[in-house]
Nanobody
Framework: QVQLVESGGDLVQPGGSLRLSCAAS????????MSWYRRTSGKERELVAT????????NYAESVKGRFIISRDSAKNTVYLQMNSLRPEDTAVYYC???????WGQGTQVTVSS
């Protein structure tokens, strides 16, 4: 059974950093594209970052480029989102997603506030 479990969300001050984790089971993260999305209240989910299976390539939304880094640890079957220089507008529930199985995690709340 494919399952994604996010963790790492927290309250952080502007300019701070967080690392989100997405632990996968039922498939291998190395073999599939993986993405992080986020959603704020009343808005559609926004694609934040993608890491591709067949290459070491990644892709980022313009709003996070240069601040966020997506990566994976195949040994732990986990995908990460390192978030630096956080801004209040980064406040959202963050979800990981595996397109090959159309499966979402439950989400983890990130709040950026002083």
């Amino acid at each position: 059974q494919v399952q994604l479990v996010e963790s790492g969300g927290d309250l952080v001050q502007p300019g701070g950093s967080l690392r989100l984790s997405c632990a996968a089971s039922g498939f291998t993260v190395r073999d599939d594209h993986m993405s992080w999305y986020r959603r704020t209240s009343g808005k559609e989910r926004e694609l934040v970052a993608t890491i591709y299976a067949t290459t070491i390539g990644t892709n980022y939304a313009e709003s996070v480029k240069g601040r966020f880094i997506i990566s994976r640890d195949s040994a732990k079957n986990t995908v990460y989102l390192q978030m630096n220089s956080l801004r209040p507008e980064d406040t959202a529930v963050y979800y990981c997603y595996v397109p090959a199985y159309a499966r979402w995690g439950q989400g983890t709340q990130v709040t950026v506030s002083s």
